[in-house]
């Protein structure tokens, strides 16, 4: 079986088109489009699974620009990998790269590297910032809810006139909170009747 060229060619939006890209694949050669209009930041992506399913060593798949295949450096960089270990070439003709070729060689070590430094600098971040909390008195996590507005779910919860969620639509709390002051109660009334005894 012949080896084939797939196209990919998405947009993000309903409104936005994908003539262009479809135009440039074409000129390109390709067999086959898979197109699709869905944001690149869904990790699921309908027609790029079926084109990934497709694949079979020696094919090619062309995009017109590298934005319109990855959600991120990452997700980037593990297609690329994952189409290299599966002798499949990427081609990305805004970029003018080719994936089998040294300087598309060196594109995945860039981009391996832009990923690291991207996971690195978010970690880093995010520990600064619970320093800088810390040093202010703050813990991370969410503000304890006050017991003034725990007493009031818990007493319209026996007095039973409203549900759940209006219980803590109406004290501003959330339903873990509210369970974890009702099994309090509980174990205070349970040590108690044990003292008792």
Request: aromatic letters at 4%; hydrophobic letters at 35%.
């Amino acid at each position: 079986m012949a080896n084939m060229k797939f196209g990919y060619a998405r947009v993000s939006t309903d409104d936005q088109e994908l003539a262009r890209q479809i135009d440039a694949l074409n000129n390109y050669g390709v067999d086959k489009i898979y197109k699709e209009k869905i944001t690149g930041t869904k990790a699921k992506r309908p027609e790029l699974d079926k084109l990934k399913n497709a694949l079979r060593e020696g094919d090619e798949v062309i995009i017109e620009s590298l934005s319109r295949l990855g959600r991120s450096t990452k997700d980037l960089l593990n297609l690329i990998e994952e189409w290299n270990s599966q002798g499949v070439k990427l081609v990305s003709l805004k970029e003018s790269i080719d994936t089998t070729t040294p300087t598309g060689k060196l594109l995945t070590t860039v981009l391996s590297a832009i990923s690291q430094f991207e996971r690195d600098i978010t970690v880093q971040r995010t520990n600064e910032g619970l320093q800088a909390a810390r040093a202010r008195g703050r813990k991370g996590g969410r503000p304890k809810a006050s017991s003034a507005k725990v007493e009031k779910a818990v007493k319209l919860y026996h007095a039973q006139t409203h549900s759940i969620k209006e219980i803590t639509a109406i004290c501003g709390i959330s339903q873990a909170t509210l369970y974890r002051a009702l099994a309090a109660q509980q174990e205070t009334a349970a040590s108690k009747a044990s003292t008792a005894e």
